[in-house]
């Protein structure tokens, strides 16, 4: 994976309150896909905005018919998952991670180790309420997240992940992965 996203900092900060999945799936593409980082960074704000009405509309970017979800209500998983298929070209799957966070670390770690960026949403102990990308995995099997609420990263032990303590924001659980299918 080529791009860093802490050497652009705020630059990689979500455009809006409703676009950390579009964020993270246009950090995954730009972090895989170095000319589209190059035609992306000048205009990320406008680039996840198009990203997040094209994978909740009526059809993504050559696929089949789907739902159609509220922006308002952000990018459910199963379009995240979609999504992060078309841009690695591996098939991506969403799975709870609220009940088994430690399945859901191992299903991250798989991901990293595929050199593959993986979304995990978020939140408190009552909802899933954020979505950051797990980038790469540091010595000690700690994880490194692209928060898009900040447009920074952050380390997370191990501990942390497995034990639902993420501080990545006001969010400290893991709720849903999207990792590609073994």
């Given amino acids: 994976m080529s791009l860093n996203p802490l050497s652009y900092g705020p630059h990689l900060r979500q ?29 990320f704000g406008a680039e996840v905005l198009d990203t997040h009405r094209r994978v909740v509309g009526f059809r993504p970017a050559m696929g089949a018919l789907q739902l159609p979800w509220p922006r308002a209500l952000g990018t459910p998983p199963w379009a995240v998952a979609h999504e ?3 841009i690695t070209g591996t098939k991506y799957s969403w799975r709870l991670a609220r009940w088994g966070r430690k399945r859901a670390y191992r299903r991250i770690l798989a991901g990293l180790g595929a050199e593959l960026p993986v979304p995990v949403f978020v939140g408190n102990g009552l909802l899933p309420r954020h979505i950051v990308l797990a980038t790469d995995e540091e010595e000690g099997g700690a994880v490194v997240f692209y928060n ?23 969010w400290d659980v893991p709720w849903f992965t999207v990792t590609p299918r073994p």
């Fill in 15 to 43: 455009p809006d309150q409703r676009s950390c999945g579009p964020s993270c799936l246009v950090v995954a593409r730009m972090r895989l896909q170095s000319t589209y980082a190059a035609e992306a960074l000048p205009r």
């Fill in 84 to 86: 992060m298929g078309r």
């Fill in 148 to 170: 898009p609420a900040n447009g920074r990263l952050k380390t997370v032990s191990r501990e942390a992940l497995t034990r639902g303590a993420l501080e990545l924001g006001s």
